[in-house]
């Protein structure tokens, strides 16, 4: 059990100084789990992905989830799971780390627009607890390799995991169901210069345990960009 190897999937982690960690891995899934001290999960969370939306002026409209797979069992299978690197030709994807870094860039061909996105967990000197947590920023670039206007969308999805990481138990669907005292809750944030999402549950009292506590998913509105949430 003390001799844990999860393969060759990995990507740099997300935090990983000190409190938690978890990771996407450069088949664009949020699948290494560390959050709890001592408790280790591997596991594909469909839900937690980043999509695009794309439609030139003169063209069809397309959106796809920025995975190189389709989740198992036919999860999410209303999406489209179609993103598919290495398929022979140069520049149909690459993926590239140091930490506390990683880039993801996406083919253009296969999108109609170039995509970027730098990964990185904040290190403040001389500030160890908020550099300990699990915390990253997703900066996105987006190029139009055509002559005609494009309009681009990012979709950020999270499922509330307030909970699952309670003990080593695996099956995420199967966890929440059978954890429904927690009963999850969310709530928006759109105060000050931040907009998104925070993930909670009902709870009788402060937060006590290692486990507990809040995930939120968010982003600054920049000029020229339209920002929505639900």
């Not at 489209?80 to 994807?93: A, E, I, K, R, V």
């Amino acid at each position: 059990p003390s001799n844990i190897d999860d393969g060759f999937w990995q990507g740099a982690p997300v935090g990983g100084f000190g409190a938690g960690t978890f990771s996407r891995s450069y088949r664009g899934n949020f699948e290494r789990w560390h959050v709890k001290a001592g408790v280790h999960k591997y596991e594909d969370v469909p839900a937690d992905q980043f999509a695009v939306f794309v439609q030139p002026r003169d063209g069809p409209a397309k959106a796809v989830a920025l995975s190189t797979g389709k989740p198992l069992n036919g999860v999410l299978s209303g999406w489209n799971w179609s993103y598919q690197p290495g398929t022979g030709q140069p520049g149909t994807g690459e993926y590239a780390a140091l930490y506390p870094k990683s880039w993801f860039v996406y083919d253009a061909q296969q999108l109609g627009v170039k995509l970027t996105v730098e990964q990185f967990s904040p290190l403040l000197p001389g500030n160890y607890q908020e550099s300990s947590y699990p915390v990253a920023l997703y900066n996105w670039y987006a190029e139009n390799p055509s002559d005609q206007p494009v309009t681009v969308s990012l979709l950020f999805s999270w499922t509330n995991m307030v909970g699952w990481f309670r003990d080593p138990s695996s099956g995420f669907g199967s966890a929440l169901s059978n954890q429904d005292k927690n009963r999850y809750i969310s709530e928006n944030m759109g105060d000050g210069k931040m907009q998104g999402i925070v993930f909670d549950r009902l709870r009788t009292g402060a937060v006590r345990d290692e486990w507990d506590g809040q995930f939120a998913i968010a982003t600054k509105a920049e000029p020229g960009m339209e920002v929505t949430y639900m």
